[in-house]
């Protein structure tokens, strides 16, 4: 397919999202062919670099990159599309200047990507500052397009402050709300799988699915995040966003064509549906963790508040597990497991369908089970993965069954080799907004976490403690809506 030219901004250039996602997405797409002849990339930042300085960095993080090609003629004809432009996001001048240089390189006359990989607090002046330098006005030709990414917001109210000072200066048409996790395989998927199969359809509503359970574990700690994650932590930085988004895919309804509106239409109101936790039943529906020091390889690992930049005192949630409800047709009284934490035991980001048992106690004399019931596995990393669990008979004299089950997919560790950040940047060229966010897509994801937050804060027990590499704390459990549950953990 043949791409259009335009220009890539980059705020942050010299920053950890940018070294180590963009630049190798960005490359990534050269060497598939997807960047046009005149695409430029022009990388923004504090430091007083220059363009060599900057391809440097650029080449580096190619380098770093297990999946990038080490062509020398692809990386000599991608460092050729960058140049640095310093921007000290407090300098008004700055932005002038990066006008002009916009205007003498004659980039205005086509399309421009503005990618805000900065820390949020300068969202909003960034986007004030390109508008006042008419960089946001696409009465030139041009068009102008706006990635922000997450975290949109701390609250309810403050994400809708952000969101009314970026709509005085761009359109919302303009504004593209990344959230990584919808670039993934398996979450794209969800949406094939779910929709080009009619064979699921009947089986997908509350009267065949017991329970959904929606995972994402990681074994790193918190390293050199901590000065961001402390202010921030687990609900805000995964929940309310990467799982929630997750939720929406599984359980939204077709919607009646592929439009980026249409699409976030039917996801809003999977949000909307989603019972409001009143004060008394975030107790029982929500709990929150923290790590403690732990073992591992017979190294011991640090606990939360001993990593750089956590004051000792901080009472901030690593893990964090919730019980959510869907109140509609579909959906009315299935629980909706949502669990997320870091220095767990291991990398896992998984949704469990479970379904409910079958009715007959046909074999109840016999070996065979019936309290396993069925389940589909969506693996999202690190294996990609479709699985549906099944019981069947084992060949011999007794009646016993064992466990197999189904694979849509080769379940390997990413088969394409694409990292959500290609196929996300792909579509702000292209003008595709069906995986980005909507502003009352963000706005009703606040509302259904905030209660939780506000809750949170005004509790002034010391938070519970999990070890480190363990999954999890125990007492997770009581959020189950019955016994005989237990978390999925791996695929
Ligand atoms: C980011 C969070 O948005 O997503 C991180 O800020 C988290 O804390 C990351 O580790 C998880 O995404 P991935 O793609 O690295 O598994």
Same mark, same amino acid.
């Given at each position: 397919?043949?791409?259009?030219?335009?220009?890539?901004?980059?705020?942050?250039?010299?920053?950890?999202?940018?070294?180590?996602?963009?630049? /190798?997405?960005?490359?990534?797409?050269? %060497? %598939? +062919?997807?960047?046009?002849?005149?695409?430029?990339?022009?990388?923004?930042?504090?430091?007083?670099?220059?363009?060599?300085?900057?391809?440097?960095?650029?080449?580096?993080?190619?380098?770093?990159?297990?999946?990038?090609?080490?062509?020398?003629?692809?990386?000599?004809?991608?460092?050729?599309?960058?140049?640095?432009?310093?921007?000290?996001?407090?300098?008004?001048?700055?932005?002038?200047?990066?006008?002009?240089?916009?205007?003498?390189?004659?980039?205005? !006359?086509? =399309?421009?990507?503005? $990618?805000? !990989?900065?820390?949020?607090?300068?969202?909003?002046?960034? &986007?004030?500052?390109?508008?006042?330098?008419?960089?946001?006005?696409?009465?030139? +030709?041009?068009?102008?397009?706006?990635?922000?990414?997450? /975290?949109?917001?701390?609250?309810?109210?403050?994400?809708?402050?952000?969101?009314?000072?970026?709509?005085?200066?761009?359109?919302?048409?303009?504004?593209?709300? @990344?959230?990584?996790?919808?670039?993934?395989?398996?979450?794209?998927?969800?949406?094939?799988?779910?929709?080009?199969?009619?064979?699921?359809?009947?089986?997908?509503?509350?009267?065949?699915?017991?329970?959904?359970?929606?995972?994402?574990?990681?074994?790193? =700690?918190?390293?050199?995040?901590?000065?961001?994650?402390?202010?921030?932590?687990?609900?805000?930085?995964?929940?309310?966003?990467?799982?929630?988004?997750?939720?929406?895919?599984? %359980?939204?309804?077709? /919607?009646?064509?592929?439009?980026?509106?249409?699409?976030?239409?039917?996801?809003?109101?999977?949000?909307?549906?989603?019972?409001?936790?009143?004060?008394?039943?975030?107790?029982?529906?929500?709990?929150?963790?923290? $790590?403690?020091?732990?073992?591992?390889?017979?190294?011991?690992? /640090?606990?939360?508040?001993?990593?750089?930049?956590?004051?000792?005192?901080?009472?901030?949630?690593?893990?964090?597990?919730?019980?959510? $409800? @869907?109140?509609?047709?579909?959906?009315?009284?299935?629980?909706?497991?949502?669990?997320?934490?870091?220095?767990?035991?291991?990398?896992?980001?998984?949704?469990?369908? %479970?379904?409910?048992?079958?009715?007959?106690?046909?074999?109840?004399?016999? +070996?065979?089970?019936?309290?396993?019931?069925?389940?589909?596995?969506?693996?999202?990393?690190?294996?990609?993965?479709?699985?549906?669990?099944?019981?069947?008979?084992?060949?011999?004299?007794?009646?016993?069954?064992?466990?197999?089950?189904?694979?849509?997919?080769?379940?390997?560790?990413?088969?394409?080799? @694409?990292?959500?950040?290609?196929?996300?940047?792909?579509?702000?060229?292209?003008?595709?907004?069906?995986?980005?966010?909507?502003?009352?897509?963000?706005?009703?994801?606040?509302?259904?976490?905030?209660?939780?937050?506000?809750?949170?804060?005004?509790?002034?027990?010391?938070?519970?403690?999990?070890?480190?590499?363990?999954?999890?704390?125990?007492? &997770?459990?009581?959020?189950?809506?019955?016994?005989?549950?237990?978390?999925?953990?791996?695929?």
């Amino acid at each position: 397919m043949k791409q259009e030219s335009c220009t890539i901004v980059i705020f942050g250039a010299t920053g950890n999202l940018s070294r180590s996602k963009l630049i /190798p997405a960005l490359f990534h797409l050269e %060497a %598939a +062919g997807r960047l046009a002849p005149g695409l430029r990339i022009v990388g923004t930042g504090r430091r007083d670099w220059d363009d060599a300085r900057y391809r440097e960095q650029a080449l580096a993080s190619i380098r770093d990159d297990r999946r990038a090609s080490d062509e020398a003629s692809l990386h000599e004809r991608f460092l050729a599309r960058l140049s640095y432009v310093r921007v000290d996001l407090n300098r008004k001048q700055d932005f002038t200047a990066l006008a002009d240089y916009l205007e003498r390189n004659r980039l205005l !006359a086509g =399309g421009i990507v503005f $990618y805000l !990989a900065i820390s949020p607090s300068f969202y909003a002046g960034a &986007a004030r500052n390109l508008a006042r330098n008419g960089l946001s006005r696409e009465d030139s +030709g041009g068009w102008r397009r706006l990635v922000v990414e997450k /975290p949109f917001g701390r609250d309810l109210e403050s994400a809708r402050e952000l969101d009314r000072s970026l709509h005085e200066d761009f359109r919302e048409k303009q504004i593209f709300r @990344i959230d990584h996790y919808l670039g993934k395989e398996t979450v794209q998927n969800i949406f094939v799988f779910r929709f080009a199969n009619i064979m699921l359809e009947p089986l997908w509503n509350r009267n065949y699915i017991d329970h959904v359970q929606i995972t994402h574990s990681e074994r790193q =700690g918190i390293g050199s995040r901590g000065g961001y994650f402390d202010r921030v932590g687990a609900l805000r930085d995964m929940v309310q966003s990467h799982l929630l988004q997750v939720l929406t895919m599984v %359980a939204m309804e077709s /919607p009646p064509d592929l439009g980026a509106e249409s699409i976030r239409d039917e996801k809003v109101k999977v949000l909307k549906s989603v019972r409001p936790l009143t004060e008394d039943a975030v107790d029982d529906m929500t709990f929150r963790a923290q $790590y403690a020091a732990g073992e591992s390889d017979g190294q011991r690992l /640090p606990a939360y508040i001993e990593e750089p930049e956590v004051p000792a005192d901080s009472n901030t949630e690593t893990f964090a597990a919730l019980r959510l $409800y @869907i109140d509609n047709w579909r959906w009315q009284g299935v629980p909706f497991y949502l669990r997320t934490g870091k220095r767990l035991a291991e990398n896992s980001s998984l949704v469990s369908i %479970a379904f409910k048992k079958p009715p007959a106690q046909l074999f109840k004399q016999t +070996g065979i089970d019936i309290n396993r019931p069925n389940s589909l596995i969506l693996s999202i990393q690190p294996l990609e993965c479709i699985r549906l669990e099944l019981q069947v008979r084992e060949n011999g004299l007794e009646m016993k069954a064992r466990s197999t089950h189904l694979d849509a997919s080769s379940c390997a560790l990413s088969a394409s080799g @694409i990292d959500a950040y290609d196929s996300l940047l792909l579509d702000v060229m292209e003008g595709d907004r069906s995986l980005f966010l909507r502003s009352d897509e963000v706005e009703q994801a606040w509302k259904i976490v905030d209660p939780i937050l506000q809750a949170w804060a005004a509790d002034s027990d010391e938070i519970p403690l999990y070890r480190a590499a363990s999954w999890g704390p125990k007492e &997770a459990d009581r959020l189950f809506h019955r016994r005989g549950i237990r978390w999925r953990n791996t695929l």
